[in-house]
Nanobody
Framework: VQLVESGGGLVQPGGSLNVSCAAS????????MTWYRQAPGKEREFIARIFATGGLRWYADSVKGRFTISRDNVNNTVYLQMNSLKPEDTAVYYCKVDLGAQTFWGQGTQVTVSS
């Protein structure tokens, strides 16, 4: 199983960024995918989850209305579109998949929101 995040970078407050997570090594279309983030000195926190078919999505209150999770089951990729970014969104963003009793994480992609 491999999860590879990309698309992070430096963006000004109010700006947008779309990060992605390319998955391989499992039947992507059969599993829900989740985004987390971890800011310096803080615990990793849940951001958004999308179920296997893409029909059901959950969001943390802190990002609801600003972030959108989506998935492409043909290209085995999950996305996180982030709009109206704030300095407090600065963190390393990770994708995660639970395969039965095993949990797999990507290496993360850094998102920095600063003027």
């Amino acid at each position: 199983v491999q999860l590879v995040e990309s698309g992070g970078g430096l963006v000004q407050p109010g700006g947008s960024l779309n990060v992605s997570c390319a998955a391989s090594g499992f039947t992507f279309s059969s599993y829900g995918m989740t985004w987390y983030r971890q800011a310096p000195g803080k615990e990793r926190e849940f951001i958004a989850r999308i179920f296997a078919t893409g029909g059901l999505r959950w969001y943390a209150d802190s990002v609801k209305g600003r972030f959108t999770i989506s998935r492409d089951n043909v290209n085995n990729t999950v996305y996180l579109q982030m709009n109206s970014l704030k300095p407090e969104d600065t963190a390393v963003y990770y994708c995660k998949v639970d395969l039965g009793a095993q949990t797999f994480w990507g290496q993360g992609t850094q998102v920095t929101v600063s003027s």
